[in-house]
Structures are given as C-alpha cells and as structure tokens.
C-alpha cells in the first residue's frame, strides 16, 4: 500500500469523496467503493501541493471531472479512472503502477487519456495524434467520456487565462470536441459546452441571448399553465408521467431566435413528459394529439428510428385552447438516461449485461463511431482522415433511410440508416455494404430506378441493387461517384479502389460508370430497335411467324391488333360484331374482360380493370358480353422490361424469351437515361397461360427490376 499515501481519517471514504460517493449510489446502489477511495488517496497524496492556475488546490481538478461524470451515471471503473486520469501526465506516479495498483482496464483509460492529454491541436503533427486519439476513443469510447467531462471542467474555470488562450482553446472545443460530444450522444456536456465556447467567441450575441433569457424570466411561463393541462389530461387517461419543463439552454435560444426572427413567449423552453415503457410514449402522443391541435410538421419519431448517436425520444408539437404552442419531448427514463449521458450511460462495453453495474439497457454503441474506425483505417494518409474528419463532425444535419437491398450481406444488418443531410444513394450504398458497395449498379427511391447521384431525404425508402459477387472483372465505382458522396466512409473507399485499379472504372470506349452505376455495354447501350437487328445478337429472338396481318377464325368474332394481325379469340354476342383488343389495357386470355361498342358496330374489349371502363361506365355506356372463346389459346401480348444497363442484358433477355416458348414481333431498346434502360417487346405466345411464367422469367435476369403489361403493342416491321 506504499503508493497510497497517507490513510483516511476513518475507515471508509474520506470526506472530500462522500459528494462523489452518493450521486454514485443513486446510479449503482451496489457498487463497490474500495476502488474509489484508494483512487482519491492515491491522487491526493501525487497532486499534493500542486495548484491550479486559479488558485486552487489541484485534487479539486480530478474530483470536479469525477462528480461532473458520476452525475451521468458512470459506472465504478471510469470515476477510478476519472480520478487518476492526469496523474501519470503531472506526477511521479506510473502506468504500471496504476496497473498493478487497480488493473488493466483503469490502466488502458489512464494511459488513453494520458495520451490525449499531450495532443497538441496547434502542432504539425495534430492530425496524426488526433487520429490515434480516436483509434482509442473507438477501442473504448470511456477514455472520450473522461476528456469530455475533463474539457467541460476546464472551460468552466477558463476565465483565469489570458483571452488569446481562451479564445484558442474556445475554438479546439467548438471545431472538435462538441461535435464529438453530439456524435457520442452526451448531450448534458455538449450543452455546457456549447454555452461556454459561445460566450468566448460570440461575446455581443450570447449577451443577447442571455438578456432575453432574463426577460423571459421575469414573467410568469405560459408553458406551467401548458404543463398543468398536460398532466391532467394524462391523469385522467390513466398514464403515469412526468411532465416537466425543460428550459432551453442559451445556445439553443440563439439558434431558434436566428430560425424565427422574433421568439415568443413558449419558445424558451418545451415540455418534457417522461413514462416508464416504450408503449407509454405513444399513449401520450395519442392523447396530446387527440386533445391538443397537433403541427404534424413538427412531428418526429426518434423511438422507431433512433439517431446515430442513440437518442431515442418522440417529438411533436400541440396549441392549446389558448393559441399557445408547445414543443413536446416525450421517452421513457431510460431513453433519457441515454440522451442525456448518451455513451456514459452504456457503462463498460466491454462487461457482461449480468455483471450488475452495466447500467444501460439499450444494446451495443454508436454506429457513427464504428464507421469512424473503419473508414479511417482505410485513409491511406493522415492528411486525407484530417480533412474528412472535420468534414464529418462540422455536418450538423441528419436524415435517416431505410433500406432493403438484394444482392449482398449488409454491413449493417439492414433497416434504418442514418445519414448526413445532403447523402446520396452513393453514400446509403457504402453506409449499408461498406467496401462492397464498389459493386452497386443502381438503386431505387420510394419505389422509383434512380440515378445513385440522387440526393436523399429524410424517411427515404432505398433499395441498392448489386452487381453479383461472381462477376469476373467487377465494374467498380466511377471517378465521378467522388462528386456525389458526402460522407467519409464512401469517399474514403471510392478513392482507395481507384487508386488500386487504375483504368478499370472505364470502359474501352471510353463510358464510365458516371453517376448512375456501370453503363449498358455494346450489347444494351447501342441496343437494336428492330427484329433484324435483334436477331444479329447472341441469343436473338425468333423471328416472326407468318401470322403476323394473318386472322384466325375460331367463332364469332376474332381479336385483332392495331397491325391487324390476330392475337386472340373473342366471342361476342353479336356473331357480326368485328371484336378488337383496346390498346390502353391489351388484353389476353384468361384476363377477365368487358366491351363497349364503338363507331362502325365494332366492339373493343377491355381488360375489366382498365380505367376507361370506369370511365366509359361513368358516363353511363353499356358495356357488350364477350369472353374468351373456348379453346383459345394463343395471344399477342406488348411487355416492357424496365433494368439497369450492362453489358449482354438483350441478349440475355431475348434467350429467356426464347426459351418460354415465345415469338418476338417487335422489338425496341430506348436510349439509356442515367442507369436506367427500357425494353419493350411485342410477343406472340402460342398459349396465354404462359405469359405470368414468362414474365418471372423475365424478372429474374440480372438488372432487371420490373416488367410490366405495357398498354400499346409495338407496330410490326
């Protein structure tokens, strides 16, 4: 016990630690002490008769860091750490002593801290050192936790120094240490923070602010009367809550006064209404939202899609009977815990969540820092990580997407990701796939083919379609790809991989994969717009039967196309009725199908879930009988395959078709727009109930995405 110093008065923690030691308890009634109180005496007697420049003894430096960090729930480990962190640094104690001493884990934190510690922002070599920070910070995101809560202290006593050193170390804590603070979700700090650095930097406007602050405060808040009917609503609706007015900080008032010009008098502050299950939370927003009028466009669902950082809360804002508008946050205590502490409140992401002080329940960690690692360890240079680093923390703005993507093993499991405002489809490509994403060829957007420059909103639906692994020469990202992505993990790859294949990302005639994916080849670009084009081509398609302009009598009447040629057998009840297929709907058996007569005693039969039978039934015509004809098997059918260009897709297309069985008539390959190519084909098929098989058929070639019935066939050549 030689390193400990001098032993407490009393058996048990010295006086100096009972404040520390009770806001512990409150978080971990069990936790063990022992490690603290020989962490405190150890500090105590090694800072012994050092000073701070403000004149205070130096042991107040580390218990202030402590307390800042037990408050936010810290589990036993980091507060041990917490209170040696600068004793390796400014006394004679060493690394292996703290570790023989209390272990290797409050060692690693020590020692990480330690290290940033020496980092100095204004030197040469602050890039490096600052990526080795992160690399530790990742390893263990406590060691950030300890400097963030290290850097708050600091800039609360930073008033002794001489203004240009404030004003420096204002900006290191503004440009770096509160964007990580957000990106760690320690939201408690990043407020403080905030304030701190704003009024160093920005000395007239935070005086404004806080003078509106002050203003505000000498009437009364019209957010208590808000209050008050919020919580007797959710009284009555038999919801246990809290509800709380939560004032807003000086930053955020600034921002807001800036956003709205003139504040009013709900603006300093919103409602807080914490439950204790996820359910609750939605049993509030109903009954606010039932009793109150709602601003929709206020509305946002951080429970269902959680922030990168974790932050989980829903968002809304209600105006009562009084016009008085309201902002609501509304979690459960955990979720708050989360928000407020945001990594602190993991506890050790190393432990067993049965080891009794891992604190959290919400499982893993930040996403955003586990892409840091990644990404950065691919930056072949320091330089490049430095400049996509502040790239990324000085990104203030954030959207989240959902993706559902074939054709590869998501990198991270798929479902919501959270992007930088101003992402592309390039960057939900790398965000999901990581380095496989060099293989994406194209993606959609709600529902609709996409060019991947395509900028990204909020709520997007994304779904990424991947060249296949077995590709033998992969087309690989495009130069231009660099102008779309907003993120370092896609830039940092698409440079990576075009510096390792040069040449490759361009095709021998000289078309990249440009914005869109890898452009059709030969064989899709300069695709043939007829049949004797066609059928030049690997795999071409048949060639067109006699019947085309031959009719075929089986009945009645016979169905013609607008070439005139017979496509299928229609009986009528008129036996002279001359029967046509409607173009809008193209008809084939056994489709359920109506007629209308038109001009002439002709009569044109429509599928019975065409539009213009809704219509043409509006305006009160009477449709004619007519069905199939008994035995009818044989049908002209116009299909358009809508894909993503590559090489062979015609080819590969026309095989399919001619494997189904089926003839083509016409044939046209419209010019590529982006990635996007359409083919349409006129077919014959010898028998109708062919066609759902061939259209699955269709479908299931490489780069197609949708074939649909199209609505005019193509005219015969």
Known sequence: MALLGQTPRRDGLPDAMEHVAKVHRAHFPGADLGALRRAYLLAESSHRGQMRKSGDPYITHPLAVTLLLAQLGAETTTLTASLL?????????????????????????????????????????????FRKMLVATGN?????????????????????????????????????????????????LKSELE????????????????????????????????????????????????????????????????????????????????????????????????????????????????????????????????????????????????????????????????????????????DWLARLLEWQSHATDTE????????????????????????AAPATGGGALPLPAGATCVDAAYGQYGEAAHRCIGARVNGRLTALSTALRDGDAVQLFMEPAAAAVPSGPSPEWLDHARTPAARIAIRHWLATHPGTSETENGTGNGTGGPQAGPGAVAAPRTEAHAAALPGAVGRAESARGRECHRGAATA?????????????????????????CTPVPPDSVTGFAVRGGAVTVHRESCHSVARMTSTGRRPVPVRWEQGASGCRVTLRAEALGRTHLLADLTEIIAAQGATVVAAEVEPPREQRVLHTYTLQLPDAAQLPALMRAMRGVAGVYDVTRAARPLPAR
Request: glycine share 6%; with cysteine; charged share 30%.
């Open 140 to 188: 263990d995101v406590r060691v950030m936790s300890i400097k963030l809560a290290d850097r708050l202290h600091n800039m609360r006593t930073l008033g002794v120094m001489r203004p240009e050193k404030q004003v420096r170390i204002a900006k290191i804590t503004r440009d770096v240490l509160i964007p990580l603070a957000e990106r760690l979700g320690v939201q408690a």
């Open 560 to 584: 013609k196309g607008s070439d005139g040629a017979a496509v299928a057998s229609v009986v009528a009840d008129d036996p002279h009725a001359v029967v046509r297929l409607a173009g809008c």
């Open 85 to 129: 962190h600068d004793t390796v640094e400014d006394t004679d104690v060493t690394l292996a002593q703290v570790r023989e001493e209390f272990g290797e884990e409050v060692s690693y934190l020590v020692d990480g801290v330690t290290k940033l510690e020496k980092v100095d922002y204004g030197a040469a070599a602050e890039p490096e050192t």
């Open 384 to 407: 490049t990580f430095w400049a996509e680093l502040r790239d990324e923390l000085a990104q203030d703005g954030e959207i989240t997407v959902y993706c559902a993507s074939p054709g």
């Open 195 to 366: 304030d701190l650095t704003f009024a160093i930097l920005h000395p007239e406007e935070h005086k404004l602010a806080r003078e509106l602050i002050a203003e505000h405060a000498r009437e009364p808040d019209p957010l208590t009367g808000v209050a008050t009917s919020v919580r007797r609503l959710l009284r009555e609706a038999d919801i246990a809550a809290q509800v709380l007015i939560r004032p807003r900080h000086t930053v955020s008032v600034h921002r807001l006064r800036l956003k709205r010009g003139e504040l009013g008098p709900c603006d300093f502050g919103r409602l807080l209404i914490l439950v204790e299950e996820d359910a609750d939370c939605y049993a509030v927003l109903g009954e606010l939202h039932t009793c109150f009028t709602p601003l929709v466009a206020e509305f946002k669902d951080f429970i269902a899609a959680p922030k990168f950082n974790l932050y989980r809360s829903l968002h809304t804002a209600i105006a009562d009977e009084d016009g008085r508008v309201a902002e609501v946050l509304v979690r459960t205590r955990q979720m708050h815990r989360v928000a407020e502490a945001g990594v602190i409140a993991l506890g050790d992401p190393h432990a067993a969540a049965a080891d009794g002080e891992s604190s959290a329940e919400q499982p893993g960690g930040p």
